[in-house]
């Protein structure tokens, strides 16, 4: 049976590889990011696997360290920089080191970024947050916490922030469960390690159907009050949203996007995608999905 965390290990690995997934700025502003931000990043850092913008909710000044956990190929990081710049630090930590290295690039290629203001590390946040105690300012987050240990994570994210400092996130929020044959369906896939090829809109739908089908999405009202059980304050939703590119493109929400597997032979991918567009037809993946932001604040004392 393939583990959850080494099947999204290795989609991000090839993710992390493929070339082809770069400057999707339609998407990346579909969800939440801005033309003057994005204007700012190198091409390899604008993927598009975002689930939110939480650097917007960061009132962020020089000299503040910030840590973005799962940051993938830097984009929160790099943004962070930017507002942080010339004496504060920008940190950034995931678990694929593929992703680490495609961010230590984008960090050299961004002429707005000093490599000295940032930190990449490779980690596992399940095993805790390799930082000192009340040493950030912001810690953020974008489509990782619902892959983590939630309790375990909040309460060391707790610990590295600063008395009265922020946790942002973005996450994938269940609004309810799928239909049975579209849950068959996309377990299936996960057992066949069926991934999509690229990040367009069908892409993002589908790895969205498959986090709730994987039991991925979080559901808003469990991570509040685990938040509070962590000891924060100040615990909301402040930004709902919609899957991005769904409501822009319908059509492309509905079909099944270009997909590869190690597992299925090319007329077995083509089966199972017939059969998967017969589904997605009947649905709307908000009716099932949102994108939220979430904010919390440590106490001061």
């Known amino acids: 049976m393939v583990r959850k965390m080494d099947f999204v290990k290795e989609e991000y690995r090839t993710l992390a590889e493929d070339e082809t997934v770069r400057n999707n700025k339609e998407l990346m502003e579909l969800t939440g990011y801005n033309s003057k931000q994005l204007d700012k990043l190198p091409p390899d850092a604008i993927m598009g696997i975002s689930c939110g913008n939480p650097t917007v909710e960061c009132d962020l000044l020089p000299g503040m360290r910030t840590l973005d956990l799962g940051c993938g190929p830097g984009t929160d990081v790099l943004l962070c920089a930017m507002k942080v710049a010339p004496d504060g630090i920008a940190a950034g930590v995931d678990y694929v080191p593929g992703m680490v290295e495609r961010a230590v690039q984008n960090a050299k290629k961004c002429p707005d970024v000093d490599e000295d203001n940032t930190d990449f590390r490779v980690g596992d946040l399940n095993a805790g947050i390799n930082f000192p105690d009340n ?3 912001y810690v953020t987050a974008n489509c990782c916490l619902c892959l983590l240990d939630q309790p375990k994570v909040f309460r060391e994210v707790k610990r590295v922030l600063k008395p009265g400092g922020y946790f942002v996130f973005s996450e994938v929020t269940v609004k309810k469960t799928l239909p049975q044959k579209a849950d068959d369906l996309l377990q299936e896939a996960f057992g066949n390690q069926v991934i999509p090829k690229g990040n367009d809109v069908a892409s993002k739908v589908f790895r969205t159907y498959i986090a709730l ?25 402040i930004v709902p949203r919609h899957v991005p590119g769904t409501k822009k493109y319908p059509e492309a929400a509905k079909s099944a996007p270009h997909m590869v597997s190690e597992k299925l032979t ?3 991918i083509t089966d ?29 004392r």
Do not use: C, M, W
Request: proline residues 5%.
């Open 272 to 300: 199972f995608k017939k059969r998967l567009d017969g589904v997605l037809s009947d649905l709307d993946i908000n009716d099932f999905a949102s994108f939220d932001t979430f904010s919390s604040q440590k106490p001061d």
């Open 135 to 137: 040493y950030f300012d």
């Open 213 to 237: 089908a994987k039991g991925e999405a979080i559901v808003p009202s469990e991570i509040l009050d685990l938040l509070k059980e962590a000891g924060f304050q100040k615990v909301k939703i």
């Open 266 to 268: 090319p007329d077995g």
